[in-house]
């Protein structure tokens, strides 16, 4: 069974400034990951997949990156909006989730 | 404009039975993928089940394997998800979404919240 793990669970930033979001995969997932942005109430939107496409209407502010085990979240300048929770999800031959990491405010 | 509208939840005692419904709309939704996934309050999200676009090829989480069952109607554009012997860790929201290029969910409904207590 393939474990997804996230890092760090909360991360405190400044607005304007960047975030990275870390998630690691127990084996070898190859490109099959994905990322989702969780506002309170309301149901995942998904920013990421295919660790580094961004899905549609998506602002270039958030890249993905990584392959195989470790992959990356970036999020540049962030805005008011940004400071939510982001999953990561491993998909394709399993679905697993991440256990979130929260962004907020430093 | 794709629309998930979940429906169904609701409280229910151990042991109970639950139906729930997803209508969809703005996409053809014999052509796609589906999923169920669920989060309970306060945590993450965690699949639950998967159907192909014929009905005839299902997954489910090891957790529900015997207990849930996922169905489709295509011509009624409906996704549906039976909810058996329910525990009360079963207690969440539970969410439809369509699946694109390679299984991963993008479109999501707002969910339908499934209390289990006595």
């Known amino acids: 069974e393939i474990v997804m793990t996230q890092s760090p669970p909360t991360l405190s930033v400044s607005p304007g400034e960047s975030a990275t979001l870390s998630c690691r995969a127990s084996q070898s997932v190859g490109y099959n990951l994905a990322w989702y942005q969780q506002k309170p109430g309301q149901a995942p939107r998904l920013l990421i997949y295919g660790a580094s496409k961004r899905a549609t209407g998506i602002p270039a502010r958030f890249i993905g990156s990584g392959s195989g085990t470790e992959f990356t979240l970036t999020i540049s300048r962030l805005q008011s909006e940004d400071f939510v929770v982001y999953f990561c999800l491993h998909y394709n031959s399993w679905w697993r989730f991440g256990q979130g990491t929260k962004v907020e405010i430093k | 404009e794709v629309q998930l509208v979940e429906s169904g939840g609701g409280l229910v005692q151990p042991g109970g039975s639950l139906r729930l419904s997803c209508a969809a709309s703005?996409?053809?939704?014999?052509?796609?993928?589906m999923t169920w996934v669920r989060q309970a309050p306060g945590k993450g999200l965690e699949w639950v089940a998967n159907?192909?676009?014929?009905?005839?090829?299902?997954d489910f989480l090891d957790s529900v394997r015997g207990r849930f069952a996922i169905s489709r109607d295509n011509a009624r554009n409906s996704l549906y998800l039976q909810l058996n012997s329910l525990r009360t860790e079963d207690t969440a929201v539970y969410y439809c979404?369509?699946?694109?290029?390679?299984?991963?969910?993008?479109?999501w409904g707002q969910g339908t919240l499934v209390t289990v207590s006595s």
């Open positions: 159907i192909n676009p014929d009905g005839n090829d299902k």
């Open positions: 979404a369509r699946m694109i290029s390679g299984y991963v969910p993008d479109s």
């Open positions: 703005g996409f053809t939704l014999s052509s796609y993928w």
